[in-house]
C-alpha cells in the first residue's frame, strides 16, 4: 500500500510540493504586514514623524485605520493562500486583535470603545493594548498551523489569557515603569 501510495505522490506530486513556494511567497507577505504595524508603534513611542509623513503624503491611506486595514488586508492573504490549516484561531485572533488595537488607537468608528475601556484604569494603557493586540495575532498564527487543537483551547489562550494577562499587566506595571 505504501508503494502504491508513493507512486500515486510522485505522479501527481506531494500535497507539499504542489503549494511549498506559494505558501512561502504569501507566508512571507503575512509577515511583512507587520511593518504596517510600524508607524503606529512609533507613534505610541512619541515619534510621530513617520506616521505624520504617511498622512501628508498617502492622506486618508496613510492613517491608523487604513495601516491597520492593510495589515489584516496582508495576514488574510497569508491565511488564505499560505501554510494555515485551521481558521478558528485566526477569525477569533483578527477579531481580538482588532479589539485591543481599537483600544489603543482610537479609531473614529470604534470611539465608543476606546472611551469605555479607558474608564478602566487597567486598560487605558495603550500600549500594553497595542502589545497584546500583537501578542494574540502571533499566538492565531502560531496555533492556526495545529491540527489537533480544538476551538476550547484557542479561545483560552487568544481570549482568556491575553485579557488576564493585559488586566494584570495594567494593575501590576503602571508603577514599575512609572506610567
Known amino acids: 500500500m505504501s508503494d502504491q501510495q508513493t507512486s500515486v505522490e510522485q505522479t501527481q506530486g506531494s500535497p507539499k510540493a504542489a503549494g511549498g513556494l506559494r505558501q512561502k511567497i ?3 507577505i503575512g509577515w511583512a504586514a ?4 510600524a508607524p503606529l508603534v ?5 515619534l510621530p514623524q513617520l506616521q505624520n509623513f ?8 496613510g492613517s491608523p485605520i487604513a495601516l491597520i ?15 494555515d490549516q485551521r ?6 485572533g483578527f477579531t481580538v486583535s482588532f479589539l485591543y488595537f481599537c483600544n489603543s488607537l482610537d479609531i473614529s468608528f470604534m470611539h465608543w470603545l476606546y472611551e469605555l475601556a479607558h474608564k478602566i484604569p487597567a486598560l487605558s494603557y495603550n500600549a500594553m493594548s497595542f502589545i497584546a493586540g500583537i501578542l ?13 487543537a480544538k476551538w476550547p483551547l484557542d479561545v483560552l489562550v487568544l481570549v ?13 506595571l503602571p508603577g514599575p515603569l512609572g506610567l
Do not use: Q
Open 69 to 83: 486595514g492593510f495589515f489584516y488586508s496582508l495576514l488574510f492573504l497569508r491565511v488564505f493562500f499560505g501554510s
Open 34 to 37: 507587520f511593518l504596517l504595524l
Open 26 to 28: 504569501f507566508n512571507i
Open 54 to 61: 504617511m498622512i501628508e503624503r498617502l492622506g486618508g491611506w
Open 87 to 92: 481558521y478558528t484561531p485566526v477569525l477569533i
Open 136 to 148: 494574540v495575532i502571533f499566538l492565531s498564527n502560531a496555533m492556526s498551523g495545529a491540527r489537533r
Open 160 to 172: 482568556v489569557l491575553p485579557a488576564g494577562a493585559l488586566i494584570a499587566a495594567g494593575i501590576l
Open 42 to 46: 512609533l507613534k505610541m513611542l512619541n
